[in-house]
């Protein structure tokens, strides 16, 4: 598989253009036209240092009908080179006959389920160990300090099934600079568990508004009550939007968009503060963590 990196256009692009791009890149190294098999995005990322012409970068890798002619000429194009091989390599595989030791996996966090998963790749029978409860009871216990601010230690948004970042809106730490591509095979497990893109989208951003939600109400407000919901949801999507139009604002008076930003961020977190007391959670903050209760769970 060859890699072509360094393809840029413009932000407003369609698919075609893309693929155009490609195939005049391919020409540079003498694979005609009709040669692309199938290509796949690798890094799309913008290019801002010239604040009135932003573009995106590409970096793609294709499959085409003759490589070894393709690589002949590989030298005479710096943005053209091999694909490295990205595969995930397992360290060792288990013998056939072997049915213990069983290897031991403390805790069911991001690690814990990915060196279970490893294990069991390469043929080990893995025990993981979890001190804190399964998802679903460690969800009660969770919205239980949240909601009525009674705390259980062994179960809560740290301890439990799925580990700290469970209850979180999702993001991850993709670390595409990674040498090893040990991100790939984390991104490649998702993606072979099945989850379908606007399922992933669609459930992360439930979360985070939920997420969101709750901290908001909870933490700062003192006040969780599902009547709030619908004023919450209503003023969370103004937020969005006036993220969305003051960003798009100072971009256009010419401001980069990262310091745009950086720049909105304090405002938006004062109108968040105010918009929330005024129109959604209807009082001042209550220092509600003042009255957080350590023990079994009873109020
Ligand atoms: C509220 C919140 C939001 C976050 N949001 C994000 C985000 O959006 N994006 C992101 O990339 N990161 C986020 N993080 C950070 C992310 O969750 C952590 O980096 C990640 O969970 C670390 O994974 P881990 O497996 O190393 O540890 P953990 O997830 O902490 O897992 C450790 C597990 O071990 C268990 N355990 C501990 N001691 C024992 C024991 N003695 N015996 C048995 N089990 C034990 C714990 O119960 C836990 O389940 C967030 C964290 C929090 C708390």
Request: charged letters at 20%.
């Amino acid at each position: 598989m060859l890699r072509l990196s360094e393809i840029k256009l413009p932000l407003e692009h369609s698919e075609s253009e893309l693929e155009s791009a490609i195939r005049s890149r391919l020409a540079l190294i003498h694979v005609p036209a009709d040669s692309l098999i199938r290509y796949t995005v690798f890094r799309r990322a913008h290019d801002a240092r010239k604040r009135s012409d932003i573009k995106l970068t590409y970096i793609v890798d294709v499959d085409v009908k003759d490589e070894a002619a393709a690589l002949a000429h590989l030298n005479d194009q710096p943005h053209c080179t091999v694909t490295p091989d990205m595969a995930y390599k397992f360290v060792a595989k288990a013998p056939e006959s072997m049915k213990s030791p069983r290897p031991v996996v403390i805790g069911l966090g991001p690690c814990g389920l990915f060196a279970g998963l490893i294990l069991a790749q390469m043929g080990f029978r893995p025990i993981i160990l979890e001190r804190g409860k399964a998802v679903r009871e460690r969800t009660k216990d969770t919205w239980g300090l949240w909601r009525k601010n009674v705390l259980n230690p062994e179960s809560n948004v740290q301890f439990g099934e799925g580990g700290a970042g469970t209850f979180s809106d999702g993001k991850l730490y993709s670390q595409i600079k990674d040498p090893k591509h040990y991100g790939r095979k984390v991104l490649e497990e998702f993606v072979l568990a099945g989850a379908p893109i606007w399922l992933a989208v669609g459930s992360s951003t439930v979360l985070a508004i939920v997420f969101n939600f709750f901290s908001y109400g909870g933490l700062v407000f003192g006040d969780t009550s599902h009547r709030l919901l619908p004023r919450f949801l209503v003023f969370y999507a103004f937020l969005g939007g006036l993220n969305f139009f003051l960003l798009r604002a100072l971009i256009w008076a010419g401001l980069g968009p990262l310091w745009a930003q950086a720049l909105l961020l304090p405002v938006l977190a004062g109108v968040g503060f105010v918009g929330m007391r005024r129109f959604v959670f209807g009082r001042g903050p209550t220092g509600s963590l003042r009255h957080l209760k350590v023990g079994s769970g009873e109020t």
